[in-house]
């Protein structure tokens, strides 16, 4: 049995440097019949589950952000991987981030169809998912296909799905609005869900005219604005997401994931969803609830969807603060996988205080580790 050394509670005695991991949430605007879980970016869930439609303003206790269950940091330094068979036992599902861990771009990561043949093969539930927001589920699903991948729709989860499933969740009224700063895969999912938006791709033209005395209007409807990556992103959308965010009784911000950097091309690394995100923060002074990685809103899902028990999960990930510290507030394994955004440099750093459970170059590496052993 493959066991794991990570340590699952934070001293309160850790070094200092390990504290620039936890964030302090500001203000969080929610409707009191909601009741839902506060959820924060490192994926703690605050007690207090019903709180009032007007603004309230919380602070993490010190106490509470060095106790929780997250091995960001852990003092013992990640493992390579040199017995896959053994990790392959030691789980029942796999949860796969996508750009740099499947694909990068729109070009497949070799390996990838033979690694995930022969863990179908030794009956292992697969799971994808991705803070990539900018398709629905089942966009990615005909991309999975394009790549020669047979993955089944409901076997994949991206943040544009899980801000949908997010209002559901907490029962966002059906008469409030919902502004989108984002692309179409978030006017996809809510729309299944039901939810009436406005904004997305066709506010990518729009032009603010700054004439003296303008002012500019905005819905009063909008109950909640939803900010994923933007290719289409410009100072119109900003302000009138800033508008409705700070002028519009418990307007909710929530962001589907706040990526420095994504994978659009094969050839380098571009500005990813948390700059669009950030400029929402810089000019509401608020902080967004986030719905995707490593916040544990689509881990808790999964879990209750599948039936999964979470220390039966191996999360597989190219980024440490995202797809490790998801994998770790869930309380799963966690493999890191050097095809994407981190290099073993990064793993190692001194600076770098979130250590997954094993490292590999890619996840093919199942195939040539497994030969190996046998």
């Not at 960001?72 to 599902?93: G, Y």
């Not at 799963?332 to 793993?347: A, D, E, P």
Request: proline residues 3%.
């Amino acid at each position: 049995m493959l066991v794991s050394s990570r340590a699952t509670v934070v001293s309160a005695a850790a070094p200092q440097r390990f504290l620039s991991n936890f964030k302090r949430i500001s203000s969080v605007s929610i409707p009191s019949s909601f009741g839902f879980p506060l959820i924060n970016d490192h994926g703690e869930k605050k007690i207090n589950t019903t709180i009032g439609w007007s603004n309230y303003s919380y602070r993490m206790d010190k106490k509470k952000n060095l106790a929780f269950t997250c091995a960001a940091a852990a003092s013992v330094a990640a493992q390579p991987l040199e017995n896959a068979d053994a990790l392959i036992d030691s789980v029942e599902t796999f949860i796969f981030d996508c750009d740099g861990v499947i694909w990068k771009g729109d070009s497949l990561i070799e390996g990838v169809p033979e690694t995930l043949e022969l863990l179908r093969s030794k009956g292992k539930r697969l799971v994808f998912v991705t803070n990539n927001s900018t398709k629905s589920r089942k966009q990615y699903g005909k991309k999975f296909e394009t790549l020669g991948l047979n993955v089944n729709e409901e076997e994949i989860f991206a943040s544009s799905f899980a801000a949908a499933a997010y209002l559901q969740s907490i029962d966002f009224p059906k008469d409030k609005k919902i502004y989108v700063i984002g692309e179409e895969g978030i006017l996809i999912e809510l729309e299944l869900a039901g939810f009436s938006y406005l904004g997305g791709p066709e506010d990518g033209g729009k032009k603010i005219e700054l004439k003296p005395g303008y002012l500019m209007e905005h819905d009063k409807d909008v109950g909640a604005v939803v900010v994923g990556f933007d290719r289409y992103f410009n100072y119109y959308k900003v302000q009138y997401g800033t508008l409705c965010v700070r002028e519009n009784p418990g307007c909710l911000f929530l962001a589907t994931n706040r990526d420095a950097v994504t994978h659009l091309t094969d050839a380098q690394e571009w500005a990813g969803g948390g700059s669009m995100v950030g400029a929402l923060v810089g000019s509401t002074q608020r902080e967004p609830l986030t719905v995707g990685k490593p916040s544990t809103f689509m881990m808790d899902y999964l879990a209750n969807k599948f039936g999964i028990t979470k220390s039966q999960i191996c999360m597989v990930g190219d980024r440490l603060d995202t797809d490790i510290l998801f994998g770790q507030n869930g309380g799963c394994k966690t493999l890191l996988v050097l095809s994407g955004v981190t290099s073993l440099s990064m793993l190692q750093n001194p600076n770098n205080s979130i250590q997954p459970d094993f490292y590999t170059n890619k996840i093919s590496d199942f195939l040539s580790l497994k030969a190996a052993t046998v």
